[in-house]
């Protein structure tokens, strides 16, 4: 589904030191699966910028999730990627939802719904619970069908994605009356641990929330 996207990417995964030494000794990245992951679960990663992942990561360390903020770099075979900045995936994607809704009504199940977290910016609805039940709900979906065809001894339509990616506005204005945000993004979830080729530790690494130059 990304025919006319390049297939390499580089990918930023925020994390705890001790992770990141795991890591970069050849241990399988967690594949996250909480209910109000932004694309499904898998394994997150920070495209193209390892800046914004440090400061994720710093944010974990702020709260005491993590005793010392650190970045692990990852090149990133998308594979069959679920790319939500390519309008036929989000017909695709507008499939499902419509497929979901109806079998929460059958069941007699309000449908999920996206929420801003205390504290954060409002309307950047941080838990993405009805967005992660839906794309949950699209991967069921192809799975199902992929396990139909090859009962039939037919090929499935669509294979089961390898990874998704999707592009998010976050944050506050970069300047008074832009549309441009400050934490605007694009996250990876890989899939399939298979689609990460290598992995590395980013150089010369500084997060906006540190100071640049000699104090």
């Not at 992929?146 to 009962?151: E, H, L, P, T, Y």
Request: a negative charge; one cysteine or more; proline letters at 4%.
């Amino acid at each position: 589904m990304t025919s006319f996207h390049t297939s390499f990417i580089l990918g930023f995964h925020g994390c705890d030191e001790d992770t990141a030494v795991d890591l970069l000794n050849g241990k399988p990245f967690r594949q996250s699966s909480e209910d109000f992951d932004w694309l499904g679960s898998g394994a997150y990663f920070w495209e193209g910028d390892p800046g914004r992942a440090l400061e994720w990561a710093i944010e974990k360390q702020n709260r005491g999730s993590y005793k010392k903020a650190a970045v692990v770099g990852a090149v990133i075979d998308l594979g069959n990627c679920l790319d939500l900045t390519v309008r036929e995936n989000l017909d695709l994607l507008s499939d499902a939802y419509r497929s979901f809704e109806t079998a929460r009504v059958k069941a007699g199940l309000a449908l999920p719904v996206n929420k801003d977290v205390k504290g954060s910016k409002e309307g950047d609805k941080l838990l993405r619970y009805l967005d992660c039940a839906v794309i949950r709900h699209l991967h069921e979906n192809i799975e199902d069908e992929v396990r139909k065809a090859r009962d039939s001894g037919t090929s499935p339509l669509i294979q089961p994605f390898d990874t998704v990616r999707g592009l998010f506005v976050e944050g506050e204005n970069v300047y008074p009356g832009g549309g441009f945000y400050q934490k605007t993004h694009t996250q990876i979830a890989v899939r399939s641990e298979t689609r990460i080729i290598g992995v590395f530790r980013p150089r010369n690494l500084q997060s906006a929330e540190e100071p640049i130059g000699p104090s």
